[in-house]
């Protein structure tokens, strides 16, 4: 039953929950995160408190996953528009972060609240769980196919890159981001080196003698 006064909101709990969601980001940057925030958002969506637990039975962190995984969503949707596969791998993973980050624009301050929430102590899990499929979806649209012990290690580099460029741009506060793609330019070109001398190092130790070598060498000068 409806509240006299509350409009009523989408039957579908999917849209419901979206429209609950985008009640709620343009007040998080001057209210917080809070239970009473949710119930003004969810009133303005045309939820009531019973809908307002079913969609988010974990409260505000719930709601934070909703968002980010929607985020996602939408960043896979315009990237499989592109054709990354024909441009090179450094400018595949600027163009994801960048994709990600055109998506949150908007809403700018509500995702620097939201950091803030996802940044303390007992919410650092649910924050590096969100940052893994972040950039697992970015991985993926980028065209990665690894199954190997480099699925882990290159989720692992983008979520350092991505994680401190999106530090940076929630500082940044130039008109054109231009220090926020500066900034990501480095990370990635940081990373591009440390992965040439890896290979670098890979291959001069395939030069060195093996243990069975040296051992043989010694056996070889036996009398």
Not at 16 to 36: C, N, Q, R, W, Y
Not at 46 to 52: E, H, Q
Not at 113 to 130: E, F, I, Q, W, Y
């Amino acid at each position: 039953m409806t509240t006299r006064g509350r409009k009523r909101g989408p039957k579908d709990d999917t849209a419901l929950k979206s429209a609950v969601i985008e009640a709620t980001l343009p007040h998080i940057a001057f209210d917080g995160l809070t239970d009473k925030l949710m119930e003004r958002a969810a009133n303005e969506a045309g939820a009531d408190k019973d809908d307002l637990l079913r969609l988010f039975p974990n409260g505000a962190l719930g709601l934070l996953e909703d968002y980010s995984d929607s985020v996602d969503a939408e960043m896979e949707k315009r990237l499989s528009k592109l054709k990354l596969a024909t441009i090179p791998i450094r400018k595949r993973i600027a163009t994801a972060v960048k994709t990600r980050l055109a998506i949150l624009k908007p809403h700018k301050e509500a995702v620097r609240r939201g950091v803030a929430h996802l940044s303390l102590p007992r919410n650092v899990p649910l924050g590096a769980k969100l940052v893994y499929r972040t950039v697992d979806a970015m991985w993926r649209a980028a065209g990665d196919v690894s199954t190997d012990f480099n699925f882990y290690t290159k989720r692992g580099i983008l979520a350092g890159v991505y994680s401190a460029t999106l530090m940076r741009w929630l500082t940044d506060d130039s008109e054109d981001e231009s220090a926020t793609d500066t900034f990501l330019a480095a990370r990635i070109e940081n990373v591009m080196q440390f992965e040439k001398l890896k290979s670098q190092m890979r291959e001069r130790a395939k030069k060195l003698p093996t243990l069975t070598d040296v051992l043989s060498g010694f056996s070889a000068r036996k009398p």
